[in-house]
Structures are given as structure tokens and as C-alpha cells.
């Protein structure tokens, strides 16, 4: 099938062939005629990855009247970078046409910014839940004239708890506009949904409906020895330096202190966490999208509705608390018809936690072996000396405190500390030198630059 067969029309298609996409997927080819027709709602359940963004903006598009200047389309989306996304995609195939004006609001952004943007003309809006409610009690979002609701990734916004927020937009939409939901599983509170809002005689389209994770995934574990899980992830890297991809760690503690370790590794590395604003997430996507930053860590919060096409694998340096974790993470690789792997990292008492994923994702794990780096083994430790002390604030406690959170060292690491009045001296092993230094480089305390100077200790570590 091509998109004209499908009934898209030569504008938008004039647009996706700009874009190098020619051949619809087959969650584009069941659903596109269905949502053109227009005729009752529609759910959509297909793993992450296969074109479900494009499934319902084409033909929500085609419908648009240009004329009309109130909202039409509404689409809910779990974060703002699936919110920025499905925006982008909105505009990009909507070049050729006429002037179609598409919002994307979202938390983290002063709401005025937003009451100020909806007073011009809007066709598509797309926003998160909690933000729209927030329009909504400030009279500043108009949903009478509704055509399409779109609720994408449905199963990601019931899992961050936006269930109720749903609930409360979709009572205030107008009744006789079409509801388009689109999920990777079917969790308990999705069902509640389709069966208090979505009709009864609605269009259920199920791609792939035995796989509940993307075929084109390889699943691989790596069996690391207790303490030296950063050697076996540098080793993994190191054979896929030259490839993209995200590691999920559990808390953005674990993701902060691992992009700290990895600072002068071959690998650039940045971590996405709840603890970054809005300029700094846009930042580091930027990095990501870009090339500048071959390797993302998030937590799954974080990391939820983000969609980077051609990554090459995904790490699960922690492994998932759920199984539809690991379906989510996964799915992050192998997208549009491209392979992919994703790789766990294990202790041996772990493996019967992969036999249980396996089980319910009907998957298979393969084990791979990687070669440690032969790093240069330092026999003595380095003596660090550093502009803070006591007329700096820091205590003995707080600055080991300061090294660990802000260079990613272990409390142990450093030794023999001894805290002065304008300055501090401690001793560190040398294998953590570059770290240290890379991780402090232009840091600044109450607009003091800090300082380092180092010099080989005189006797080894006890």
C-alpha cells in the first residue's frame, strides 16, 4: 500500500517524501482509512515504535478546515518531549498546506506564556493533562468544537497517574467528536477508559498481537562481577563507541552519579533526571538529537515520551521494577522497521529475574561476554589540594559530601581529609584524577572558581 492508496492526500504527501517516509507501517495502513471515514472512535494497540504518531496526524490533517479557527484536534500526551514531538511532526506535514496552527503546552512553562499563545488562531493543540486542566479552570482552552481526541501513549500517562486528569478533560469534551486511543499494553485503568469513554462499536486495530515487545529487538545480558559493574559497562561501550543510545537507571541519584563517572570516558554521556528544569532537559535532547552526546541516562520518568529515532540499543544498568517497564525501555530502540538491542546487566542471582520477564514478554535472553578494558593499574594515590574550607562554609562532612555529589567518587574514595580555613587536602586514587578534575573544571561557589592542584602522594593506600 502507498499513502495515496490509503487516501492521504498529494500535499501531505509531498511533505513525507521531503521527510524520506514512503511506505506506510502497518499501524498507518488499518488505521489512516478508518479515522478519514471518521464514521466511530478508535483504539490502537501496537508496541512503541511503529509509526503511531503519523497514524493519526495524517489523517487528522486532511480533516482540518483552515477556515475555522478553533481548536479541532486535541492530543494528550504523557511528557512535554512527546508533546514537543508530536507538534514537530504536525508542522512538518503540514508544510504544503494551508496554514494549519498547532500549540504544544506543557508544565515546567509559565501558564500566562501559554493563555497568551491560545489567543491566536489554533487547529491542533497538544498538551499534557495536568497543563490542560490548568487552561481549562482559566477559561483560556475552548473544547466545544472538537473533532478529534487523540489519547497517545495512553498506558504511559495512566502509569505516571494522570488517570483522573483524563477523566476530568474527556467530560469536557464536546460528546460528538471522535476519540482516537493509541497504547503499547493494555494496563487496568486503559480498560476503564475505553469502557466509560470510547463507543462501543469502536475500531480496535492490533498490530503484532502476540508480541508485546518489537520483534526486531535482540535481548542480550552481560553477567558483571560484584564491584566492577562500571568496568563491564565502559567494556560494552568501548565495543559500540561509534553507536547511540539510553541506560535506565532507577533513580536520578544513580543517573547523576553515573554520567559523573563516566566524565573523560570515550563514550559522552549526559543524564536526564527529575532534578533538571526545562532548559536543561532541552539541552541535553539537543546533544542527544544532534550527536554531540552518544550515550543518554535517565530514570524511566524521565525518559518517558521521549522518541529519538535510529538509536542503537538500550542498557538496563538497573533492572526494570515492572515488566511493562522493560516493554517501554525497549522500545526505545529497533523504530520505523530498524534493528535494535537491548542489553541488561546482571549479577548471577539476577538471571531469575530475566527468566521471569522472558515469561511474561514470551522473549528470549542470549548472554554476551565483553572484554575489560586493561586500564592502567596506579599503585599510588594522588594528593589533592582544593581552594574550600571553613571560611567557605564546609565542614569535614559537608565537603566529602560535595566531592561525591558533584564528581560522582565514592565516600571511600577519598582519604586522609583534612579541612582548613580558605582551603581543603585529601588523597584519592589516581585512577580517579581526570574524573575528579573534568568534573570540577569552571565550578563555581558563591563566585569563587574552584581550584585544583595535584601532586603523587608519598606512600600507598592501607
Given at each position: 500500500m502507498t499513502f495515496a492508496q490509503l487516501g492521504i492526500s498529494t500535499s501531505i504527501i509531498q511533505s513525507l517524501d521531503e521527510n524520506r517516509i514512503s511506505t506506510p507501517t502497518d499501524i498507518q495502513t488499518k488505521t489512516i482509512p478508518a479515522i478519514l471515514k471518521n464514521e466511530t472512535d478508535l483504539i490502537g494497540i501496537a508496541q512503541t515504535g511503529t509509526g503511531k504518531t503519523a497514524a493519526f496526524c495524517l489523517p487528522i490533517l486532511q480533516s482540518i478546515d483552515p477556515k475555522n479557527t478553533e481548536i479541532q484536534a486535541l492530543v494528550l500526551v504523557p511528557t512535554r518531549e512527546l508533546g514537543q514531538q508530536v507538534a514537530r511532526e504536525f508542522f512538518l506535514f503540514s508544510k504544503h498546506?494551508?496554514?494549519?496552527?498547532?500549540?504544544?503546552?506543557?508544565?515546567?512553562?509559565?501558564?500566562?506564556?501559554?493563555?497568551?499563545?491560545?489567543?491566536?488562531?489554533?487547529?491542533?493543540?497538544?498538551?499534557?493533562?495536568?497543563?490542560?486542566?490548568?487552561?481549562?479552570?482559566?477559561?483560556?482552552?475552548?473544547?466545544?468544537?472538537?473533532?478529534?481526541?487523540?489519547?497517545?501513549?495512553?498506558?504511559?500517562?495512566?502509569?505516571?497517574?494522570?488517570?483522573?486528569?483524563?477523566?476530568?478533560?474527556?467530560?469536557?469534551?464536546n460528546n460528538k467528536s471522535t476519540k482516537l486511543l493509541f497504547t503499547a499494553t493494555m494496563p487496568a485503568d486503559v480498560k476503564h477508559i475505553i469502557d466509560e469513554f470510547i463507543r462501543k462499536d469502536a475500531i480496535e486495530v492490533r498490530i503484532n498481537a502476540n508480541e508485546r515487545v518489537n520483534a526486531q529487538i535482540e535481548h542480550k545480558y552481560i553477567v558483571y562481577?560484584?564491584?566492577?559493574?562500571?568496568?563491564?559497562?565502559?567494556?560494552?561501550?568501548?565495543?559500540?563507541?561509534?553507536?547511540?543510545?539510553?541506560?535506565?537507571?532507577?533513580?536520578?541519584?544513580?543517573?547523576?552519579?553515573?554520567?559523573?563517572?563516566?566524565?573523560?570516558?570515550?563514550?559522552?554521556?549526559?543524564?536526564?533526571?527529575?532534578?533538571?528544569?526545562?532548559?536543561?532537559?532541552?539541552?541535553?535532547?539537543?546533544?542527544?538529537?544532534?550527536?554531540?552526546?552518544?550515550?543518554?541516562?535517565?530514570?524511566?520518568?524521565?525518559?518517558?515520551?521521549?522518541?529519538?529515532?535510529?538509536?542503537?540499543?538500550?542498557?538496563?544498568?538497573?533492572?526494570?521494577?515492572?515488566?511493562?517497564?522493560?516493554?517501554?525501555?525497549?522500545?526505545?530502540?529497533?523504530?520505523?522497521?530498524?534493528?535494535?538491542?537491548?542489553?541488561?546487566?546482571?549479577?548471577?542471582?539476577?538471571?531469575?529475574?530475566?527468566?521471569?520477564?522472558?515469561?511474561?514478554?514470551?522473549?528470549?535472553?542470549?548472554?554476551?561476554?565483553?572484554?575489560?578494558?586493561?586500564?592502567?593499574?596506579?599503585?599510588?594515590?594522588?594528593?589533592?589540594?582544593?581552594?574550600?574550607?571553613?571560611?567557605?562554609?564546609?565542614?569535614?562532612?559537608?565537603?566529602?559530601?560535595?566531592?561525591?555529589?558533584?564528581?560522582?567518587?565514592?565516600?571511600?574514595?577519598?582519604?586522609?581529609?583534612?579541612?582548613?580555613?580558605?582551603s581543603a587536602q585529601f588523597e584519592i586514587s589516581a585512577r580517579y584524577e581526570q574524573q575528579l578534575v573534568l568534573n570540577l573544571k569552571g565550578f563555581k561557589i558563591a563566585h569563587r572558581n574552584v581550584k585544583l592542584s595535584i601532586a603523587q602522594a608519598q606512600h600507598k593506600f592501607i
Open positions: 498546506m494551508p496554514r494549519i496552527f498547532t500549540e504544544c503546552v506543557y508544565g515546567g512553562v509559565p501558564i500566562a506564556e501559554h493563555i497568551q499563545r491560545l489567543k491566536r488562531s489554533t487547529h491542533v493543540l497538544v498538551a499534557t493533562p495536568g497543563r490542560l486542566l490548568d487552561l481549562l479552570a482559566n477559561r483560556a482552552v475552548n473544547l466545544n468544537n472538537l473533532q478529534f481526541v487523540v489519547l497517545d501513549e495512553a498506558d504511559e500517562m495512566v502509569n505516571m497517574g494522570f488517570k483522573t486528569d483524563i477523566d476530568q478533560i474527556l467530560q469536557q469534551c562481577k560484584q564491584g566492577e559493574k562500571l568496568d563491564y559497562l565502559k567494556a560494552f561501550l568501548h565495543e559500540h563507541v561509534q553507536e547511540r543510545g539510553i541506560l535506565f537507571c532507577r533513580t536520578k541519584t544513580a543517573a547523576k552519579r553515573l554520567a559523573k563517572q563516566l566524565v573523560g570516558f570515550e563514550v559522552t554521556a549526559d543524564a536526564l533526571h527529575g532534578n533538571l528544569n526545562q532548559e536543561m532537559r532541552d539541552k541535553v535532547m539537543r546533544g542527544l538529537r544532534k550527536g554531540r552526546i552518544n550515550l543518554l541516562i535517565a530514570t524511566d520518568i524521565a525518559a518517558r515520551g521521549i522518541d529519538i529515532k535510529e538509536l542503537d540499543y538500550i542498557i538496563h544498568y538497573h533492572l526494570p521494577e515492572k515488566t511493562e517497564h522493560y516493554t517501554h525501555r525497549s522500545g526505545r530502540t529497533a523504530r520505523a522497521g530498524n534493528n535494535g538491542i537491548s542489553v541488561c546487566l546482571v549479577r548471577t542471582e539476577d538471571i531469575s529475574e530475566l527468566k521471569i520477564i522472558e515469561n511474561e514478554l514470551k522473549i528470549s535472553f542470549v548472554e554476551i561476554e565483553v572484554n575489560l578494558l586493561h586500564e592502567v593499574k596506579h599503585t599510588h594515590p594522588v594528593t589533592v589540594q582544593i581552594n574550600l574550607g571553613l571560611s567557605q562554609g564546609f565542614t569535614k562532612a559537608s565537603l566529602t559530601d560535595f566531592l561525591v555529589e558533584e564528581t560522582g567518587i565514592s565516600q571511600g574514595d577519598v582519604k586522609n581529609l583534612n579541612v582548613r580555613d580558605n
